[in-house]
């Protein structure tokens, strides 16, 4: 077994322990991914604050309804990922944060002290379909794809900083959308 | 390369999962999520697979006091404050079940309660216990909850039966001496928990007057006037 495979199995079993009201498990899942889970927070909302907010959000909502991870359909991680883009996209929605208010780059100050969420990226995420699958999408495909996931801009949003019409950044990642879904089998 | 047009309804699993939409198509979507399983694990499936991207994210510390705020507000909610609200809901059975007696049999109490608790010069103690309050919303069967824990300087606030028009919003005011005070726009259907200042707070006994407005969306404008009074209601000890 790899550190990343010992890291997964460790934060599965925190999942579980936390699904029957351990709160010493939510500690370890916090140590293990909040860097991580911070800097999906920062990177779309912009600003230290209310990425913190989201971030307490995120692991509040964790607590009370642990039961809805299920470790039979996806990764620990990939899933705590996935609810804390979701979480920082809704709060980004509600029209209540000032986009970029701090230019991320100054806010990051990358840190290394999250091992195990690291050691479980690197064995599970580094080697996946979905970076080979991107990588044979057009560039401006690409580009759009990746500007929504990671920042979590809207088409209206992709469409006024790329300088084109509605309609062509909608067709441009319709048809990414099209080629990803065949090419990672979904 | 060229791919095969997806469904609509492939179209919109992937562009949901990558949270692309707005308006009508986002409600679309919802309601699917909602509905149809067969979608619901199409989104995930682009989810789990997307979420892969992430390696490329670097990790960032947050500030080093976000865990005690975390923890502070679980343990806010499970333990005290559980205990405090199932006894509080056993309270409030009791005095919803009290209030179905007669008005007469409230005003003999009120009689009965007042003099004693306002002595003449006397001022209204500082309430220790919570306080509740239940507003019947005119020409429905309809009520809005309000507690007000005083340890803790907060109010709850229970619109559970009452639903959006998308139009209005309403507004709940502590009627005070020197006018109405705010507490807060009510989210319908929700049980929602506001942090209630000490100058405020210190304003709230037994007896305290609230009233609804309705108000455009977001409340009432800043300066402006308060929209028409739609519901009352007062402070009761429980």
Same mark, same amino acid.
């Given at each position: 077994?790899?550190?990343? !495979?010992?890291?997964?199995?460790?934060?599965?079993?925190?999942?579980?322990?936390?699904?029957?009201?351990?709160?010493?498990?939510?500690?370890?899942?916090?140590?293990?991914?909040?860097?991580?889970?911070?800097?999906? $927070?920062?990177?779309?909302?912009?600003?230290?604050?209310?990425a913190e907010d989201a971030l307490q959000d995120v692991y509040v909502n964790l607590w009370r309804s642990a039961d809805r991870y299920d470790p039979e359909r996806a990764s620990p991680i990939s899933w705590l990922a996935t609810f804390a883009r979701n979480r920082a996209i809704d709060r980004l929605r509600t029209g209540k944060v000032q986009?970029?208010?701090? +230019?991320? !780059?100054?806010?990051?100050?990358?840190?290394?002290?999250? +091992?195990?969420?690291?050691?479980?990226?690197?064995?599970?995420?580094?080697?996946?379909?979905?970076?080979? $699958?991107?990588?044979?999408?057009?560039?401006?495909?690409?580009?759009?794809?990746?500007?929504?996931?990671?920042?979590?801009?809207?088409?209206?949003?992709?469409?006024?900083?790329?300088?084109? +019409?509605?309609?062509?950044?909608?067709?441009?990642?319709?048809?990414?959308?099209?080629?990803?879904?065949?090419?990672?089998?979904? | 390369?060229?791919?095969?047009?997806?469904?609509?309804?492939? /179209?919109?699993?992937?562009?949901?999962?990558?949270?692309?939409?707005?308006?009508?198509?986002?409600?679309?979507? /919802?309601?699917?999520?909602?509905?149809? =399983?067969?979608?619901?694990?199409?989104?995930?499936?682009?989810?789990?697979?997307?979420?892969?991207?992430?390696?490329?994210? =670097? =990790?960032?510390?947050?500030?080093?006091?976000?865990?005690?705020?975390?923890?502070?507000?679980?343990?806010?909610?499970?333990?005290?404050?559980?205990?405090?609200?199932?006894?509080?809901?056993?309270?409030? /059975?009791?005095?919803q079940f009290a209030s179905i007696f007669s008005a007469a049999a409230a005003i003999a109490l009120a009689f009965f309660a007042f003099p004693a608790m306002f002595g003449p010069g006397e001022q209204p103690a500082t309430p220790d216990a919570p306080l509740m309050a239940n507003i019947p919303i005119a020409d429905t069967p309809l009520r809005?909850?309000?507690?007000?824990?005083?340890?803790?300087?907060?109010?709850? @606030?229970?619109?559970?039966?009452?639903?959006?028009?998308?139009?209005?919003?309403?507004?709940?005011?502590?009627?005070?001496?020197?006018?109405?005070?705010?507490?807060?726009? @009510?989210?319908?259907?929700?049980?929602?928990?506001?942090?209630?200042?000490?100058?405020?707070?210190?304003?709230?006994?037994?007896?305290?007057?609230? @009233?609804?407005? /309705?108000? =455009?969306?977001?409340?009432?404008?800043?300066?402006?006037?308060?929209?028409?009074?739609?519901?009352?209601?007062?402070?009761?000890?429980?």
């Amino acid at each position: 077994m790899s550190s990343g !495979d010992i890291a997964r199995e460790e934060l599965k079993a925190a999942m579980a322990r936390l699904a029957n009201g351990d709160r010493s498990a939510l500690e370890f899942i916090y140590n293990a991914t909040s860097a991580k889970l911070f800097g999906i $927070c920062l990177r779309i909302l912009g600003e230290r604050n209310e990425a913190e907010d989201a971030l307490q959000d995120v692991y509040v909502n964790l607590w009370r309804s642990a039961d809805r991870y299920d470790p039979e359909r996806a990764s620990p991680i990939s899933w705590l990922a996935t609810f804390a883009r979701n979480r920082a996209i809704d709060r980004l929605r509600t029209g209540k944060v000032q986009r970029g208010a701090v +230019p991320v !780059d100054e806010a990051m100050e990358i840190t290394d002290d999250a +091992p195990l969420a690291d050691a479980m990226l690197e064995t599970e995420q580094r080697n996946e379909k979905i970076h080979h $699958c991107l990588g044979e999408l057009e560039e401006r495909q690409q580009d759009a794809i990746r500007t929504a996931f990671f920042n979590g801009a809207t088409y209206a949003e992709l469409a006024e900083t790329r300088d084109v +019409p509605l309609g062509t950044m909608k067709s441009w990642v319709r048809r990414g959308l099209a080629k990803l879904k065949r090419c990672l089998e979904i | 390369m060229s791919a095969p047009e997806l469904t609509e309804k492939e /179209r919109l699993a992937a562009e949901h999962a990558l949270r692309l939409l707005e308006g009508e198509e986002l409600l679309q979507a /919802r309601g699917l999520m909602a509905n149809d =399983p067969e979608f619901a694990a199409e989104v995930a499936q682009w989810e789990d697979k997307l979420s892969h991207l992430q390696v490329a994210q =670097p =990790p960032i510390a947050p500030g080093p006091e976000l865990w005690a705020r975390i923890e502070s507000e679980i343990a806010g909610n499970r333990s005290a404050d559980n205990d405090n609200v199932v006894s509080l809901q056993k309270s409030v /059975r009791n005095w919803q079940f009290a209030s179905i007696f007669s008005a007469a049999a409230a005003i003999a109490l009120a009689f009965f309660a007042f003099p004693a608790m306002f002595g003449p010069g006397e001022q209204p103690a500082t309430p220790d216990a919570p306080l509740m309050a239940n507003i019947p919303i005119a020409d429905t069967p309809l009520r809005l909850a309000v507690t007000y824990l005083p340890e803790r300087e907060e109010i709850l @606030v229970s619109a559970s039966g009452l639903t959006a028009d998308g139009v209005h919003d309403h507004e709940l005011w502590l009627v005070a001496d020197d006018g109405a005070k705010s507490l807060g726009v @009510v989210v319908p259907g929700e049980e929602r928990r506001v942090a209630i200042d000490p100058t405020l707070a210190s304003l709230i006994t037994d007896g305290s007057q609230m @009233v609804l407005t /309705r108000e =455009p969306l977001g409340g009432a404008p800043k300066g402006g006037e308060a929209g028409p009074v739609v519901a009352q209601g007062q402070f009761t000890q429980i």
